[in-house]
């Protein structure tokens, strides 16, 4: 066993913690390392999957092999059979259950390949918000989360939320080559549930920071971000789509050169924008999540170019003849 490289786990210092944690082979048989901070007893529980020979398995017991919770055990397998853990924790823990059962988040591959990551670098992977973020899924029969993030500069990073009670130590994350990219697939993570990223830099201050990916957020005053399925999302922009191709970036609109203001691709309303807010509010059109007159306020734009802007409650609608859209800006 690494013990230097085992510190850096347990003093939460890691950026590759897949080297260590997870099954790895060791001549004929199977490693297996866990950390589970707190934890008093945990054991290896095979899965029923109907595979022929799985019914003479049996449970096995990982030794503590370094107070912190760092767990260890020699499989007398050549191969693993889909597992998880069984984690007890004692009475004086401060836990939801005292018995958890956490499938292994450190056996899986990476979902950014190094193709993404030389595009990222370049500048033109257009679909990067297919990588990074919170994506659910299914890998290897485990249903859970797909977490990314761009940190170059932190030393650690890890996920916190609902499914870890919000203990950074847990679930360290994956540094993707010099990409910068952090990367973990955590099972049992869920639609729903709230997260952040916990970032480490040099001098070990620590930080919590929302998902510049994310797809949805909790509502304010609350800043965590929220798992979201988008794979079966339907947009409502149609009538939005046909139209914008009249409007051009950099085209006289009104008399007046559109301000994209950045990577919105959306024009301002020229003219009398009070006169929007009117129209707005006859069709009962207010910011995202908010009732009318709670401190937000109304943007109203014109749509031009660019690419489509993803929120529920925050999608372009057409009403008397302007195209608004809906942003929280309190």
């Known amino acids: 066993m690494n013990w230097p490289q085992i510190e850096e786990i347990t003093y939460s210092e890691c950026d590759n913690p897949h080297k260590l944690l997870g099954p790895h082979k060791q001549g004929s048989k199977m490693l297996v390392q866990a950390y589970f901070p707190g934890a008093e007893k945990v054991t290896i529980h095979w899965k029923k999957t109907g595979q022929v020979g799985e019914a003479f398995l049996t449970d096995v017991h990982l030794e503590l092999a370094a107070e912190e919770g760092y767990f260890a055990a020699l499989v007398n397998a050549g191969k693993m059979s889909p597992y998880e853990y069984v984690v007890e924790y004692g009475k004086t823990k401060v836990q939801t259950r005292n018995k958890l059962l956490n499938n292994q988040a450190y056996r899986h591959v990476p979902q950014i390949t190094k193709e993404d990551m030389d595009r990222f670098a370049a500048g033109i992977h257009y679909t990067i918000y297919e990588k990074l973020g919170a994506h659910p899924m299914e890998l290897d029969g485990?249903?859970?989360?797909?977490?990314?993030?761009?940190?170059?500069?932190?030393?650690?990073?890890?996920?916190?939320?609902?499914?870890?009670?919000?203990?950074?130590?847990?679930?360290?994350?994956?540094?993707?080559?010099?990409?910068?990219?952090?990367?973990?697939?955590?099972?049992?993570?869920?639609?729903?549930?709230?997260?952040?990223?916990?970032?480490?830099?040099?001098?070990?201050?620590?930080?919590?920071?929302?998902?510049?990916?994310?797809?949805?957020?909790?509502?304010?005053?609350?800043?965590?971000?929220?798992?979201?399925?988008?794979?079966?999302?339907?947009?409502?922009?149609?009538?939005?789509?046909?139209?914008?191709?009249?409007?051009?970036?950099?085209?006289?609109?009104?008399?007046?050169?559109?301000?994209?203001?950045?990577?919105?691709?959306?024009?301002?309303?020229?003219?009398?924008?009070?006169?929007?807010?009117?129209?707005?509010?006859?069709?009962?059109?207010?910011?995202?999540?908010?009732?009318a007159g709670d401190g937000a306020s109304l943007r109203c734009v014109l749509g031009i170019s660019g690419h489509r802007l993803l929120c529920t409650d925050c999608q372009i609608r057409y009403t008397g003849g302007l195209y608004v859209l809906r942003e929280c800006t309190a």
């Open 142 to 291: 485990d249903a859970g989360t797909y977490f990314a993030v761009w940190a170059p500069n932190a030393m650690r990073v890890s996920v916190v939320g609902d499914f870890n009670e919000w203990d950074g130590r847990i679930h360290q994350m994956r540094r993707l080559g010099d990409s910068g990219i952090f990367e973990l697939f955590i099972p049992g993570a869920e639609v729903g549930d709230c997260y952040k990223y916990e970032l480490k830099i040099k001098g070990g201050l620590t930080y919590l920071k929302a998902d510049p990916y994310g797809n949805a957020a909790q509502k304010r005053p609350e800043t965590a971000s929220v798992i979201a399925d988008i794979r079966n999302y339907q947009w409502e922009d149609g009538e939005f789509l046909k139209s914008r191709e009249k409007y051009q970036c950099g085209n006289a609109v009104s008399g007046k050169l559109c301000d994209t203001g950045g990577r919105t691709g959306l024009c301002q309303l020229p003219g009398n924008c009070s006169e929007g807010h009117r129209i707005c509010k006859e069709n009962g059109i207010h910011p995202c999540g908010t009732a």
